[in-house]
């Protein structure tokens, strides 16, 4: 001990710092990796002081004298020399993985800015410890009036534990709600001025419609008016093209789940999406987002003879939509294509469309659940692709641990490829063993993406995809360390919406072009119209493509 520092635990928390600073699936900028380094630091001191703690209190024999001071001056080398060596070699791993994205190269000043915010972090964390510790013992010492030592040293800590549960679940309780209030304000208040409707009486929302214009809020209304038309179908294809059909219903359009799905199949039958030859449906994010360089691209390949559907479960943004409305977002992915393939599948299989599922990131989740193969037996549907797979997703999951042995974790092979396959940045899911069987299922997945590939389990062993070749915008320098990994994951979450396109968690327009070539199998469509597809895409047909998850 030096005064109030324990440095022991310190040097523990150094070698959680320097831990910290190896890369991992994004890069991290220097007010991140501050950050970063002083909680992880703090994480070490606490677990160290912990540890000593119950070394203590189990009489485990101690080092003492001269033994123990030269025992803690080649920990504190040791230590320092570590963390020197790491801090250094971090501006090298850094810049190897932001030069394998395409982002501008950090300079050594990040350095000074890194320690300066782990000082300051760590000192607060240090502080904030200091006055439960103080607080601890003021109630231990009330304690001691009533009741033996042991027993006061027990209900002390259980008192403290207690005290610190209720606030910080209160706080985070005040948060969530009022991210929740602000949310549903900002969408009222979108209802109460919104656009005048369209004027042609074919479109969701118009005056022959069956949805409240007023009520579909912002995400829907710009689905519903965006996208191409017949010309400008026609004008890249150079072929004959329909207006696509695009349904969407607000959360507000109905009270249940059950209810703004029948109304999404009745408006579908109204606008003869039964008639075409493919219809989609889609589960949008958290806010009710679609992503429009995942559903621009496949009305092109259709030549618009095409049917798309949506049904708004939350005003939330995906994190608060995971955590507060999860089980809104599966209910509302169930009922919908309940309705909609309860009614598809009483149709002539030679007069009706083609039914294929899709969403992003929380869409897919609830796509996902929502599709069940045991209900789909009698009559399956004929694909589903779904991109930026969450990593609770159970059928994700389930599918993923099929993969072939060698195929890599973040780019597996099942089967023979027939009925599932996977697609990339650098992947388009066009190659396999076998020819694709009568459904096709792609997932679109980017290495570098930590929504799909954090793993709960890190806080103690390697994340399957650390054990492979790392994929080519992964860094060659992963370190797997218990606790600080699981981290240094945590944090890339966070990153990853503002990931540079093709990385992270950001989406875009022609990394969705190919994967759906291969579900939907467009009619008369080449690889040279894919090529010119792509070519439109990178010429400004972004539309928010590379937004990320909303």
């Not at 304690?143 to 679940?169: D, E, H, K, Q, S």
């Not at 943004?317 to 393939?341: D, K, W």
């Not at 218990?482 to 875009?508: I, K």
Request: hydrophobic residues 45%; glycine residues 8%; aromatic residues 12%.
């Amino acid at each position: 001990m030096i005064g109030p520092v324990c440095v022991p635990s310190l040097l523990l928390g150094l070698g959680f710092f320097a831990a910290s600073l190896t890369p991992s699936l994004v890069p991290r900028g220097p007010l991140v990796q501050g950050i970063l380094g002083g909680m992880v630091t703090a994480l070490g001191y606490l677990v160290g002081r912990i540890f000593g703690l119950f070394w203590r209190a189990a009489d485990l024999p101690r080092l003492s004298g001269q033994l123990a001071l030269i025992f803690k001056w080649i920990l504190a080398i040791a230590t320092l020399s570590l963390f020197l060596w790491m801090l250094g070699s971090s501006l090298t791993w850094q810049n190897d993985l932001r030069q394998k994205m395409g982002l501008e190269p950090a300079d050594a000043l990040h350095l000074s800015q890194i320690l300066v915010l782990a000082v300051a972090v760590f000192a607060a964390a240090f502080i904030i410890g200091r006055l439960v510790a103080a607080l601890f013992r003021l109630v231990r010492a009330r304690f001691y009036r009533v009741m033996p030592p042991r027993r006061a040293n027990v209900l002390g800590f259980v008192t403290i534990a207690a005290l610190l549960f209720l606030v910080t679940r209160d706080g985070l309780f005040d948060r969530a709600v009022s991210g929740l209030d602000e949310s549903y304000e900002a969408a009222q208040a979108l209802f109460d001025n919104s656009p005048p409707p369209p004027s042609d009486p074919r479109m969701t929302g118009s005056a022959d419609s069956l949805i409240d214009w007023a009520a579909i809020g912002a995400p829907g209304r710009d689905f519903i008016t965006s996208g191409p038309d017949a010309a400008a179908i026609s004008a890249l294809t150079g072929r004959p093209a329909l207006d696509p059909i695009r349904v969407y219903v607000g959360r507000a359009n109905g009270e249940t789940p059950q209810e703004r799905a029948q109304l999404a199949l009745d408006e579908l039958k109204r606008q003869g999406a039964f008639d075409r030859a493919v219809l989609i449906l889609a589960s949008p994010t958290g806010t009710g987002w679609m992503d429009p360089g995942s559903h621009d691209p496949v009305e092109y390949m259709h030549g618009g003879d095409i049917a798309t559907v949506a049904a708004q479960y939350s005003y939330l943004q995906s994190p608060l939509a995971l955590i507060l409305e999860t089980r809104t977002g599966l209910e509302q992915a169930s009922a919908l294509q309940e309705a909609v393939h309860g009614y598809w599948k009483t149709l002539p299989p030679d007069a009706r469309p083609r039914l294929y599922v899709h969403g992003l990131s929380l869409g897919a989740w609830s796509s996902m659940y929502a599709t069940n193969l045991f209900r789909l037996l009698d009559d399956p549907i004929d694909g589903a692709f779904w991109a930026g797979p969450p990593f609770p997703s159970a059928f994700w999951n389930y599918v993923q641990r099929q993969r072939a042995p060698g195929s890599p974790w973040v780019l597996p092979r099942i089967g023979d490829g027939s009925l599932v396959r996977y697609a990339s940045h650098t992947a388009d899911a066009s190659e396999a063993e076998a020819s694709w069987g009568p459904m096709r299922i792609v997932f679109l997945q980017y290495s570098s993406d930590p929504v799909v590939f954090y793993d709960p389990y890190s806080l103690w062993r390697a994340p399957p995809w650390m054990q492979d070749p790392p994929a080519a915008d992964m860094t060659d320098h992963f370190i797997f360390v218990p606790v600080v990994t699981q981290f240094q994951l945590a944090l890339d979450m966070a990153l990853s919406f503002g990931a540079p396109s093709g990385h992270g968690h950001a989406y875009y327009a022609q990394d969705y072009i190919a994967p759906w070539v291969e579900v939907t199998d467009p009619k008369n469509w080449s690889p040279s119209d894919t090529e010119k597809l792509m070519a439109h895409c990178d010429n400004g047909f972004q539309m928010g493509c590379s937004n990320g998850l909303k």
